[in-house]
């Protein structure tokens, strides 16, 4: 018996057969319903078919067409020549059709899957190891990759996303039929899922040195270092061009949702690289507070930064720091943005504005504002840092480190005041997010002057004290690093600081110490430091 599977005009290819097998059954029985409208005969297995028999559907189990019942709790269903010469054969092939003829095997023109969530389980926290082992699906991805494989007389769906417009399609056509160009697409989606799902599997099996019992805790260690660094993200969005209009760029999100990747736009122009690059970099600042904050990032450095009593004094607080500079930046804030912060911000350029959320008022106050860029911005957990160099990548730990006023180590005979304290903890924060060297001037919860990427800490001293708009005197300064002479320490005194934070830790930290005495300042060790390249 020929399973030839006539071929439809424009390239198309007719679905006589199809075999579905999904673990997630969001639109399934819509989806097969159409099949079977026209005419389509339905193959499933296990959950999938029950759930397609209880909507009315007629469907042929796996074990009817193998001869052969599912077995080992269904690791062994549809690892079977029928299933997969009925995908792989080339219709219309002499050999291949005398092949399947001479074996009774039939074709199957389009196969429905998507795979176990070995993600999800393994994110679950105690999850047994035999169970993870257990939810790697093997039969999935051979059904997956013979389909893809012949993608020239087979069509497979692996997202359930792109079941309306095939559903659509099919129906603009001669029957259930689908174009050469959604196969080759459907294949290309098909051979992506099957890449990202193996490499899920080796990324959490290699953090699991040594293998434990099978209802022992599957606990992968989640601070190791992959002994490969597979990197497997889908294309979000292209860009129009990179940092400068003659490259090219794009932007590849993990689908959560979260982060300036997940963001979600609701007015303005198309985000750019650059864009996103200041975007995250004040979102990213802003998480720093618990209190009302406002971020305002120029070429990723925070040209203003404060927390205030509520968001329409810290942004006025923020701008204050250095209005020039702020023209044409991009801004972060922590808190739903209301009408009395956006009735203020409105009045400066600005590229873009993320926030976790946009209140009615401010959304009517923004659109007279038709290019500006507004983004909701839900929190994303820390993840690690990846560098490109030349032929190959750096990967460290997200700068998560944090230091609280227990932490601190007062070297000087004077300790820091409660009021420089806070101040003190505040411009940290802040230096933390800076470009090396760094040098923040602050006070009350507000940057007054910002010294970003010197090549001299002195520099980045005299720099911050020359940018700020506001009186510096009884200030404090915060250093990412340590100050490696009194000369560093001497020029943020001399702009106005009172009190000043720092790493610790260079061999002249006495002589250090002692100009601070001298000089009648304050001085705390943070024993941490934030270089930021």
């Not at 029985?29 to 559907?57: D, H, M």
Request: hydrophobic share 45%.
């Amino acid at each position: 018996m020929s399973s030839h599977v006539q071929q439809a005009p424009s390239g198309q290819k007719r679905i006589r057969r199809a075999l579905l097998s999904v673990t997630d059954k969001t639109g399934l029985v819509e989806f097969a319903q159409v099949l079977a409208g026209f005419g389509v005969e339905l193959i499933s297995t296990g959950g999938t078919a029950r759930a397609l028999r209880e909507a009315g559907l007629a469907v042929q189990d796996i074990s009817d067409l193998t001869g052969f019942p599912e077995m080992l709790d269904g690791r062994v269903k549809t690892l079977h020549p029928r299933v997969h010469g009925g995908l792989l054969y080339i219709r219309g092939n002499p050999e291949h059709e005398a092949a399947v003829a001479a074996h009774g095997i039939q074709s199957i023109d389009m196969v429905v899957v998507n795979l176990y969530a070995f993600e999800k389980t393994a994110a679950q926290s105690g999850v047994a190891f035999g169970r993870l082992i257990e939810n790697i699906d093997i039969g999935g991805p051979s059904m997956v990759r013979s389909a893809a494989k012949n993608f020239e007389d087979v069509a497979v769906v692996t997202r359930v996303s792109d079941y309306p417009a095939l559903i659509q399609e099919m129906k603009g056509s001669q029957g259930a039929a689908l174009s050469r160009e959604t196969r080759w697409r459907l294949a290309r989606q098909a051979f992506a899922l099957t890449a990202a799902y193996d490499a899920a599997i080796a990324n959490i099996l290699d953090r699991i040195e040594n293998a434990p019992a099978p209802d022992a805790p599957a606990a992968p260690d989640l601070g190791a270092f992959p002994t490969t660094l597979r990197v497997n993200l889908p294309l979000a969005q292209p860009l129009r061009y990179g940092e400068n209009p003659h490259q090219r760029a794009a932007l590849y999100a993990d689908g959560s949702g979260l982060g300036v990747a997940g963001a979600k736009q609701l007015q303005g122009k198309e985000l750019s690289f650059n864009n996103l690059v200041d975007l995250d970099a004040c979102w990213e600042l802003v998480q720093e507070f618990e209190e009302p904050a406002v971020i305002i990032v120029k070429h990723t450095n925070p040209c203003g930064a404060a927390t205030g009593a509520n968001l329409l004094d810290a942004y006025q607080k923020a701008l204050a720091c250095d209005p020039v500079s702020a023209f044409g930046s991009v801004i972060g804030i922590n808190r739903e943005v209301d009408a009395a912060a956006a009735e203020e911000i409105a009045k400066l350029f600005v590229e873009a504005i993320a926030a976790p959320a946009f209140s009615a008022g401010a959304l009517a106050c923004f659109a007279a504002k038709k290019n500006l860029r507004l983004v909701e911005v839900q929190p994303a957990p820390p993840r690690s840092v990846l560098k490109h160099v030349s032929g190959g990548l750096l990967l460290q730990d997200a700068d998560t480190g944090r230091v609280a006023a227990p932490e601190l180590k007062v070297v000087t005979k004077r300790p820091p005041t409660a009021e420089e304290l806070r101040s003190l903890l505040f411009a940290w924060r802040v230096c933390k997010h800076v470009k090396s060297n760094a040098i923040v001037y602050a006070k009350d919860g507000q940057t007054l002057g910002i010294g970003a990427g010197q090549m001299s800490r002195v520099d980045a001293a005299r720099f911050g004290a020359m940018k700020a708009a506001l009186p510096l005197a009884g200030c404090v300064a915060a250093s990412d690093a340590f100050f490696p002479f009194p000369d560093g320490l001497e020029a943020v005194v001399q702009a106005g600081a009172t009190a000043v934070i720092q790493p610790g830790g260079s061999v002249r930290d006495q002589e250090v110490i002692a100009a601070a005495d001298q000089l009648g300042v304050a001085m705390v060790f943070t024993g941490i430091r934030h270089f930021r390249h």
